[in-house]
Structure formats: C-alpha cells, structure tokens
C-alpha cells in the first residue's frame, strides 16, 4: 500500500463510540480511547499531517485535538468532500494521496473518493461497501490507530518506532 499524504478522520462514532453523555445540568461528555493517540504520534514521526473533520462543533473536541497536537481541525462541516477537495488543493495533492476514516451517513461521499478509506467494524454496511478497509476494531475502541497501523504496514510502523525509540535516547542523561 502506498503511503498517504494525508489522513483525516471523522471523530464521533470512530475516535469515540458515537455516544453522547450529558449530566443533570447539561454539560456533554465523551469517552476518548488513548490508544489513538499512538496512531497520531505515527503519523507525526513519519511527517503526515493527520486532520480531524467532524460535524458536531463544541469544545470538547477541540481540546482533544490541541492535546494531541493534530494538524488540522474542521467542526460544524456540512460538506465533508468539498472540504477534503480543498485541502488537497492546499496541500497540494490529489485525493488518492488522502486516506479518511469514517463510520456514517455523511463520510460516504468522502470514503468513496479517496485513495485509502476505512471505518470502524460496527459502521452500517451501506458505509462498509465504499471503504477499502473494513477494521476489526469498533468506533471508540482504539479504531483509528489500527486504521493508521494497518496503512503503514510492518515497514513504514517499524520505521516510526524507530524514530520513536531514537527521540527518547536524545533525552538520556
């Protein structure tokens, strides 16, 4: 499989498990798996830029997107592939060069044009059929570091550890 320039990926239902919490007073929750932040930090060591582009808009996932340092972050999109033909005109490159994660309706358009698409094991099957990569894992549980896994394959995974292991001997006192 030939290495993305660009991963994107929806977040409610594939980076959470599409389940929305709320307290007595109002406030929402989400339940994040930390596993996928090890596929951010691939992607980071290997230099692919990783977006988020969701529906929803609130504060939550902004913060989890700053906490993990991702490139690109779009909330409140209507229109997913019209924004995803955007930023492969910014960046440069065409859409077989993106790979995008999603688990519904509104990730359909996008999953069918791009050169790598995957969702979660528990996405309607009318969304399974457009992606290249059905994975084992459902939305919430660590989904999108097997997506990022399984695109890097054994060689470019052992190439980011590497990376990885050589970063911390840099700290050795």
Partial sequence: ???????????????????????????????YNTSDSAGVLFCKLLEIPVG?????KNNI????????????????????????????????????????IGDDINDILVLKK????????????YVKKHCSMILDKEGGSGVFREFVEKMLGEEYLEKALKFYFESLEEFKQ
């Fill in 52 to 56: 988020i582009i969701t529906g929803e």
């Fill in 1 to 31: 499989m030939i290495l993305p320039k660009l991963i994107l990926t929806d977040i409610d239902g594939v980076w959470t498990d599409g389940g929305m919490y709320y307290d007595n007073t109002g406030n929402e929750f989400k339940r």
């Fill in 114 to 125: 791009v050169g790598i698409s995957g969702c979660p094991a528990n996405a309607p099957s």
């Fill in 61 to 100: 996932v902004q913060n989890r997107a700053k906490k993990l340092g991702i490139d690109i972050l779009f909330m409140g999109v209507k229109n997913k592939l019209q924004l995803v033909e955007e930023l492969c005109l910014k960046y440069n490159i065409s859409i077989s060069e993106v790979a995008y």
